[in-house]
């Protein structure tokens, strides 16, 4: 079993940034599709970012231009620099990991790092 630890999270205001952190073995790192999703209670999980081995980057609509995932293969760590929060970011907010750049899975995943952004 990866492990895989989110760090990063906390309770900020509107406007302010967050960077969250996510670590991983090292050895295998680099091979994986790393993404980060973040759930509400009582909805469903969202994608937020992915990042692929090639370093390609998907977002989705409600973070592009604010949000930005990024890897650093050397030290096994995904981040996510997070601008402009709004209060709907707030969130609990989890890395997964998918073997072999399959990024349709996600194979491993973190215990979560909880964002509050108050207005």
């Known amino acids: 079993v990866v492990q895989l630890v989110e760090s990063g999270g906390g309770s900020v205001q509107v406007g302010e940034s967050l960077t969250l952190s996510c670590a991983a073995p090292?050895?295998?790192?680099?091979?994986?599709?790393m993404k980060w999703f973040r759930q509400v209670p009582g909805k469903e999980r969202e994608g937020v970012a992915t990042?692929?081995?090639?370093?390609?980057?998907t977002y989705a609509e409600s973070v592009k231009g604010r949000f930005t995932v990024s890897r650093d293969n050397a030290k096994g760590i995904l981040y996510l620099q997070m601008n402009a929060l709004k209060p709907e970011d707030t969130a609990m907010y989890y890395c997964a990991a998918a073997r072999n750049n399959y990024c349709s899975r996600s194979d491993y995943w973190g215990q979560g790092t909880q964002v509050t952004v108050s207005a």
């Open positions: 990042i692929d081995v090639y370093e390609d980057t």
């Open positions: 090292v050895v295998t790192f680099a091979g994986y599709c």
